[in-house]
């Protein structure tokens, strides 16, 4: 058993790029190991802003060996009546190179008579030789986004390779990347090479991550990330706060630091007048920077960002940062001085040239559409039509303000806030504040009810729109995100118990884009049907409902979201009562008997007989009485064991006409009534 | 540190690692890429370096020589290495240590920062160069330049003068920066940048805001288009006819600043002067391809 080390020392890979690479090589290694010898072992990953690093402990050091078994002629062919070999047989031994002795007659399954075996035995190969062929071959084959070429090369990577370490226990794997051969020496902190110039010698892969430490570089991610953590807080706790969190912008300055240190700098106090929105995004962006705030939650005049080295001797990394932060600031004001020279409706003109979408036009256009779809919407929900009318023509004017131009993230809020100074309703700057919400999977809806109005309209005039022009996700394309503004609509109509068909409102959408659609109404629709059923479903699997429900649920209908959530509570209220599997056997069977029948919903009673199917017909008044999604599901349980019962004793499809008729009614009616609430025959 | 001892001293520096030391290109331009010793040196085989200061008018970022950091012209410090060298980032930062920035007391990172020119028909990956937090230079592999794959790949390296020259003295408005000083024999006259420079931005923002125009510079582009394609087919003069494509890119600069070409526009636009700048490149590689002796040149070790 030995331990193996690889690093890859490049110029500075990109933030985003360092964990996807990092585990797509881990994973396509330990595959090749269980295949190639048969270990099953964890890899150890390591990265930092030049390096991506794996260990993996206790690899056997030779290949086990293989074992082949070759099929030959039948026994009779290869042996003569005195047991002797003949020609046939020795060619058989000849051609698998063994010894003809070692030949077996064996009868395998499916063979009528014994046959010639061979088993050949393949000695494993040295794992130091299969490494040499193996990793080269592996990090070639990586997946890298924006792959770049360097100098005479035709290499493609992500960044230069400029070392490479590999060791198998005190061994050096014998290989080459791009001219690069791999050694058992590394590269430090630049700051380290300054007074160290020549290479780090890594002794064994046990010894990586102490001697990158000795020479200034944190190996493993997690290590800088959480302290940075710490160091985040304690200082902002000296600054007399705490930290704005925001994991994400941790993450990253973990990722683009080789030694996790933090400074503290402090910015005019002036700067605080700007919203707290602005500062926020304007740090994180132009400066990778925390804020720190008090108690209330209102800034502190100072800030917390990252540095790749672990002192400042003489300040001017504090001094650096702040110098630059000052700047962003400055702009930061400037954008927002200009910005409220004149009222926020006076961007309506110019949003006539801001481009939507080319077929759809313009962000003047959608706004009316906007508008128009608000104001149904808002009446649908018996709120207030103007205010859902003013709130949308109002949503998009901040796009052309100089601050969301330089900060596309404040899209909404800068809206929001310039309303709010400039004196409108709460309700109103609320409402655009917000419309951009749910902007992810996680993040929550609008908080009021209009800003729940006005993000549904933009949504699903982006949705209905696209649609409309042939726009449609396929796979994993979906340029302009219309799945999660779809999963948006579906989530702020689920969350807020609205009665609205997404597929109505998405019909009105289309209604509002008139003209400029250029496919087919019938079709737009189909495709939309599809999609917002996607949406639902993949809604109430993230509400957590199991397979069953979702499946039983949804069958039985899906636009009316409110109904469609109070059954799958109902439902998943009654988990896993065995008697709904024979339900759905029985739902099952009466699918398969209605299938080319068009039974009439009267059903004449009195001529059924059996009692299984009387008692059937008892029950249905009831059953069709709309007892209510838990009570009904209560009767339909009890109705399990009869119908069970009926299937056994009755066969439905029987020679007499008027029977027949009658039971086919009878089905047909119990089904109707199943699928008030679910399709059962989905259960499964 | 005086801006002019800066740029000599950058010049001095790259001179010394064998880089010809070039001149700006006397026309208007956004980039220093843009001047052809870049553009067409990018282009082809030819190992060639070269290093010079190129003025980038950005008409959009003018601000009348009232905002304390931005500018409507500013210097580059542009250089081409090709191919890039494999030791080229500690070359750089050997450069920062010729300014006199000690690397024992400052902090230096190369964040993901990739570089586009669609004018140019060009794009590459690298770096911002970040000291102490702040960007004082571009640093890029140059992959495509002109519509075609670069084979060798150069390394471009843009150095931030007026950036560069702030923060070494701790200045918070550009027009403080000392120029160089003036000796005459009554004295000695330091110059600030606010004497050399404020007025000019004054006006050129002044011109690129408010006065352009529009119908003028609408007619100067089709004209200048026009002209090149006629160099371009009928002369297959790609150095004039590129000069057209510099002169459209600044005229599209400044009706963008004037408010004058719509978000559905640009995107066409932008492309008209692509075509014609790769066009220019092809027609350039046709011809050293073409010249007695390129192919196989040996390079003297």
């Known amino acids: ?684 | 540190m005086h801006i002019q001892e800066l740029i000599l001293r950058l010049q001095r520096f790259w001179a010394d690692r064998g880089c010809l030391i070039g001149q700006p290109y006397d026309l208007e331009k956004g980039a220093g890429t843009m001047n052809p010793l870049t553009f067409f040196g990018a282009v082809g085989p030819k190992p060639w370096n070269v290093a010079y200061v190129e003025p980038s008018r950005r008409p959009v970022d003018g601000r009348y020589g009232e905002n304390p950091f931005r500018l409507y012209k500013h210097l580059q410090m542009q250089v081409l290495l090709k191919p890039s060298p494999a030791r080229v980032q500690d070359l750089y930062i050997e450069s920062l240590e010729a300014l006199g920035i000690d690397m024992r007391k400052h902090d230096l990172r190369f964040e993901e920062d990739n570089w586009e020119a669609p004018t140019l028909g060009a794009w590459g990956v690298g770096w911002q160069v970040m000291l102490d937090g702040m960007e004082i230079s571009q640093f890029t592999y140059f992959q495509q330049v002109g519509g075609m794959d670069c084979r060798p790949v150069s390394a471009e390296l843009t150095y931030g003068i007026e950036r560069i020259c702030m923060f070494l003295g701790g200045l918070d408005n550009i027009y403080d920066i000392t120029w160089g000083e003036v000796k005459t024999d009554d004295g000695i006259y330091p110059v600030s940048y606010r004497e050399v420079r404020q007025r000019e931005e004054y006006e050129l923002s002044a011109f690129s805001f408010e006065h352009a125009d529009l119908a003028f510079h609408w007619q100067c582009f089709e004209a200048f288009e026009k002209e090149a394609w006629r160099l371009l087919k009928d002369l297959g003069h790609y150095l004039s006819a590129y000069e057209q494509a510099l002169k459209m890119s600044h005229t599209f600069n400044v009706l963008h600043a004037r408010g004058a070409v719509s978000t559905t526009e640009r995107p066409g636009i932008i492309k008209r002067i692509r075509d014609l700048t790769c066009a220019c490149a092809r027609a350039y590689v046709e011809r050293e391809s073409a010249l007695p002796g390129q192919e196989g040149k040996e390079v003297q070790a």
Request: charged fraction near 25%; aromatic fraction near 8%.
């Open chain 1, 1 to 684: 058993m030995k331990n193996l080390l690889l690093e890859i020392h490049c110029e500075e890979i990109p933030a985003r790029f360092l964990e996807p690479l990092s585990e797509e090589f881990a994973a396509a290694f330990q595959a090749w190991m269980k295949e190639s010898l048969g270990a099953d072992l964890a890899v150890e990953r390591f990265h930092s802003p030049r390096k991506l690093a794996w260990r993996v402990t206790g690899i056997p050091q030779r290949q086990p060996d293989q074992r082949e078994v070759q099929v030959g002629p039948p026994q009779r062919m290869c042996l003569d009546e005195q047991g002797a070999p003949t020609q046939t047989g020795l060619k058989f031994a000849e051609k698998w190179g063994v010894p003809f002795d070692q030949v077996l007659f064996e009868q395998p399954a499916g063979k009528k008579e014994p046959v010639a075996v061979a088993t050949l035995v393949k000695a494993g190969r040295p794992t130091l030789e299969l490494l040499a062929e193996v990793l080269p071959r592996l990090v070639t084959a990586l997946h890298v986004p924006k792959a770049m070429r360097w100098g005479h090369s035709s290499f493609e990577f992500v960044r230069p390779i400029r070392n490479v370490v590999a060791l198998f226990g005190e061994d050096v794997v014998p290989f080459e990347l791009d001219g690069v051969k791999a050694g058992r020496t590394t590269l430090g902190h630049r700051l380290f090479h300054l007074d160290h110039p020549g290479p780090v010698p890594v002794a064994s892969p046990e010894a990586y991550e102490a001697a990158l430490e000795g020479a200034g570089v944190v190996a493993s991610f997690e290590v800088r990330r959480e302290r940075l953590a710490k160091e985040l807080d304690r200082l902002a706790a000296e600054a007399g706060g705490r930290v704005v969190a925001d994991a994400e912008l941790l993450s990253t300055l973990a990722l683009i630091v080789e030694v996790p240190r933090i400074i503290a700098g402090s910015f005019p106090a002036d700067f605080l007048d700007l919203p707290k929105e602005v500062l926020v995004t304007s740090l994180k962006e132009h400066q990778k920077a925390f804020c720190v705030e008090d108690a209330q939650g209102a800034l502190l005049p100072c800030f917390l960002t990252a540095a790749n080295r672990a002192d400042d001797p003489e300040g001017f990394l504090k001094s650096g940062n702040e110098w630059v932060l000052r700047a962003r600031l400055y702009d930061a004001r400037f954008f927002y001085a200009e910005d409220r020279k004149e009222p926020l409706s006076a961007r309506m003109e110019k949003l006539k040239h801001l481009t939507f979408q080319r077929e759809l036009g313009s962000y003047f256009d959608k706004t009316q559409r906007m508008m128009a779809l608000s104001e149904a919407i808002a009446g649908a929900l018996t709120l207030d039509g103007t205010d859902g009318k003013l709130a949308a023509q109002y949503a998009k004017c901040d796009l052309v303000t100089l601050m969301v131009g330089e900060f596309p993230e404040l899209q909404g809020i800068m809206g929001g806030e310039y309303l709010k100074r400039e004196g409108a309703h709460e309700k109103v700057w609320k409402a655009v504040k917000e419309h951009y919400r749910p902007d992810a999977s996680d993040a929550p809806i609008p908080g009021t009810p209009l800003g729940g109005v006005v993000a549904l309209a933009d949504k699903l005039d982006t949705v209905a729109g696209c649609f409309s022009v042939g726009i449609i996700p396929t796979g994993s394309k979906d340029p302009l995100a219309l799945r999660r503004a779809g999963a948006g609509i579906v989530r702020i109509l689920f969350e807020n118990g609205w009665n609205l068909n997404p597929l109505r409102a998405a019909a009105l959408a289309l209604e509002a884009i008139g003209e400029r659609a250029t496919k087919p109404r019938a079709e737009t629709l189909a495709a939309l049907e599809a999609f917002f059923r996607d949406r639902v479903a993949y809604q109430i699997e993230q509400a957590g409902y199991a397979a069953p429900v979702r499946r039983a649920a949804l069958a039985a209908g899906w636009t009316d979201l409110v109904d469609l959530k109070a059954r799958c509570e109902a439902l998943a209220a009654f988990g896993d009562d065995p008697r709904f599997a024979s339900l759905g056997q029985s739902a099952k069977r009466i699918s398969n008997i209605l299938k080319d029948e068009t039974p009439s919903e009267d059903l004449d009673a009195t001529v059924l007989q059996a009692p299984e199917e009387k008692a059937l017909a008892e029950r249905l008044p009831w059953l069709e009485s709309n007892p209510g999604h838990a009570s009904l599901l209560a009767g339909l349980a009890d109705l399990a064991g009869p119908l069970e019962a009926f299937f056994t004793a009755v066969m439905v499809k029987c020679e007499d006409p008027a029977l027949r008729a009658a039971r086919l009614s009878l089905l047909f009616r119990l089904r109707k009534a199943f699928l008030r609430i679910a399709d059962f025959s989905q259960w499964q």
